[in-house]
Every structure is written in structure tokens, then in C-alpha cells.
């Protein structure tokens, strides 16, 4: 009787050793079973309904809402060595303008030929420190500080940095959105003074702003528009020189 007890006693301890175990280590080996969490095939572009049904129940998507848009433009970043074509047009009652713009840019350097009709060719080449601007024809030009904003501002157009200086609560609309066929981020906002809608989109491939538009009352008096391809990196054939024929950057 006592040696039938002592064996009883034994297989109690075994089972509760095992038991023990099976508590420890079990979950981790269900855990591997554990379908994991994955984002969908952006690849194609029209997915089948059973795979988007599966796929809505395996992620979460996040959206571009007027909350999250600076969050998700700060995580953007330009090229940094291209060359590109845009143009800015401006409206006013009695008429309009037009300029066609080509910008070069490398190693922190920006050169930009603004062509408005009528109207002189201007030139400006920015450097990390100065900027020199000249007209067409001349030999002459005249040289300024920089500061962050000098390469846009040369470029007649805001830069999508100005997004991230507004006020949170003046963002009335954002999301992705295509523009002259590139895919964009979107941001409307109200401007500081009454009556102005301020719109950018900025292309998530190259970081580089695309389009803005300017409303105020209604009425569109400023638009930048840059579709054409963009050629990256910059040309080996771009000038960085003054016009005396001084090179001051080579690519």
C-alpha cells in the first residue's frame, strides 16, 4: 500500500512539472502560429475584391487627414542633385503673366533662368552662402546673402517647408492626391489674411513641391505647376558660373 502511495505522490510531481512547462512554453509555441500583420501590394493597382476583403481584416491603413500631414511631410525629403522645368502663373483683374523657369541643382547649389514674356532673362546662382543674380547679355551682377528660402523664392514659388510653419488649425483639407499625374501629398490651407486658400501638393518620389495655388475670394491669383520629368541627377553638362565665366561649383 505504501509503495502504491509513493508512486501515486510521483506521477502527482511529474504532472505538475509537466504542467508547469506546458504554462511556460506553450503560448510561445502558439505564437508562432500567430498570422503576422502585413501592408498590401501597392504593385498592383487594381487588387481583386477577395484579396482587398482579406486584406482590410489583416491592417490598419493609415490616412492623410489635416491632423497628420505635417507629421507626414516632415518625413520627406528632396533630391538633392536634379534639374527640372516649372511654371508660375499670376492673375490679376486685368490680365495675367506667365514665367517658364528652369532650375539646376547639386551639391547645395542652385542655379534658375526665369524667361517672362515680355521682359529680360534673369539668372540667379545660390550657394550655401551667396547668391548672385544677372540678366541675359550682361556681364554684370550683384551678389546677396542666403538664407533657407533664397533657392525657392528664385524660383518664384513657396516651398512645401512652409507647411510645416502653419498653423495646425489653419488646415482645412489634406490627403493623397494625383497631380499632373504624380502621386501627392495634399494640403489646403487658410491663409493669415481673410479671404486666401493657400493649396500645395508635393510628390512623395522625388519630395520636390509640384504645384501650389494661391485663392483669394474665390478667385485663383497664383498658380505653379511642375509635371515635366525630372532629370536626376543633375546633368554633367550644367554650368554653376557666373556670367564672367567664373565657375563656382562643379558636379
Not at 44 to 54: F, L
Not at 77 to 82: A, F, I, K, P, V
Not at 85 to 91: A, G, I, K, S
Not at 231 to 244: E, H, I, V
Request: proline fraction near 5%.
Amino acid at each position: 500500500m505504501e509503495q502504491k502511495n509513493r508512486l501515486l505522490l510521483t506521477l502527482l510531481v511529474i504532472a505538475l512539472i509537466v504542467g508547469a512547462m506546458f504554462t511556460s512554453f506553450g503560448r510561445g509555441l502558439f505564437a508562432l502560429h500567430t498570422p503576422q500583420i502585413t501592408l498590401p501590394d501597392t504593385s498592383s493597382s487594381q487588387p481583386n475584391s477577395s484579396a482587398a476583403s482579406s486584406a482590410d481584416q489583416s491592417y490598419l491603413r493609415l490616412e492623410v487627414t489635416p491632423e497628420t500631414v505635417q507629421s507626414v511631410i516632415a518625413t520627406l525629403s528632396r533630391t538633392d542633385s536634379y534639374y527640372r522645368e516649372l511654371t508660375v502663373e499670376r492673375f490679376w483683374s486685368n490680365g495675367s503673366s506667365s514665367t517658364n523657369i528652369q532650375v539646376w541643382t547639386d551639391g547645395g547649389w542652385t542655379k534658375v533662368r526665369r524667361a517672362t514674356s515680355p521682359g529680360p532673362i534673369r539668372w540667379d546662382l545660390i550657394g550655401p552662402d551667396e547668391a548672385w543674380l544677372w540678366y541675359d547679355n550682361s556681364r554684370r551682377y550683384v551678389s546677396t546673402p542666403v538664407d533657407d528660402l533664397t533657392a525657392d523664392l528664385a524660383q518664384l514659388m513657396p516651398t512645401y517647408e512652409t507647411v510645416l510653419a502653419l498653423n495646425s488649425d489653419s488646415i482645412t483639407d489634406a490627403g493623397y492626391e494625383d497631380r499632373g499625374g504624380l502621386p501627392c501629398v495634399y494640403v489646403e490651407a487658410q491663409g493669415r489674411e481673410r479671404g486666401y486658400v493657400l493649396r500645395y501638393w508635393v510628390n512623395i518620389q522625388s519630395g520636390l513641391l509640384v504645384s501650389a495655388e494661391t485663392e483669394v475670394n474665390g478667385q485663383l491669383v497664383y498658380c505653379m505647376t511642375a509635371y515635366t520629368a525630372i532629370q536626376s541627377p543633375c546633368p554633367s553638362t550644367a554650368q554653376f558660373s557666373l556670367p564672367d565665366g567664373t565657375v563656382m561649383h562643379t558636379i
